[in-house]
C-alpha cells in the first residue's frame, strides 16, 4: 500500500505563484508514473500534469508553460508548480502515482489540496 500526503495548497489571488508537494511513501523508482490531477464541484477529475518513469511527461495542453511537474527521488517527493495562476484554476489539486507488481497495476490517490484563486 503506497499513501500520498499533499500540501501546499491555499488561497491565492490571481497571478501569483504556488508549489503542491506530494510525499510518496515508496520507493519513486518502484513507480510506474507520478502526477497531478484536478476537479472542480461537478466536474470529472482532469490531467494536470504526469510523469512516466522512462518515458515522457504530459501536461493538458491549457496548462503547458504555466505549469510544471517535478521530482525530487531523495525526497520521496513529486511537486507541481503552478505560476501566473487564475481563478479557473480553482480546484482540488490530487497527487496520483501507479505501480506495477508482478504484472498488476496498482493507482494511489492523494487527499486532495484545495486551492483558490481570487480575481
Known amino acids: 500500500q503506497v499513501q500520498l500526503v499533499e500540501s501546499g495548497g491555499g488561497l491565492v489571488q490571481a497571478g501569483d505563484s504556488l508549489r503542491l508537494s506530494c510525499v510518496i511513501s515508496?520507493?519513486?523508482?518502484?513507480?510506474?508514473?507520478m502526477g497531478w490531477y484536478r476537479q472542480t464541484p461537478g466536474k470529472q477529475r482532469e490531467l494536470v500534469a504526469t510523469?512516466?518513469?522512462?518515458?515522457?511527461?504530459t501536461y493538458k495542453d491549457s496548462l503547458k508553460g504555466r505549469f510544471t511537474i517535478s521530482r525530487d527521488d531523495a525526497k520521496n517527493t513529486v511537486y507541481l508548480h503552478m505560476y501566473s495562476l487564475k481563478p479557473e484554476d480553482t480546484a482540488v489539486y490530487y497527487c496520483?502515482?501507479?505501480?506495477?507488481?508482478?504484472?498488476?497495476?496498482?493507482?494511489?490517490w492523494g487527499q486532495g489540496t484545495q486551492v483558490t484563486v481570487s480575481s
Open positions: 496520483n502515482v501507479d505501480q506495477l507488481v508482478t504484472g498488476r497495476r496498482y493507482e494511489y
Open positions: 515508496a520507493s519513486m523508482f518502484s513507480l510506474n508514473s
Open positions: 510523469m512516466i518513469s522512462g518515458g515522457p511527461t
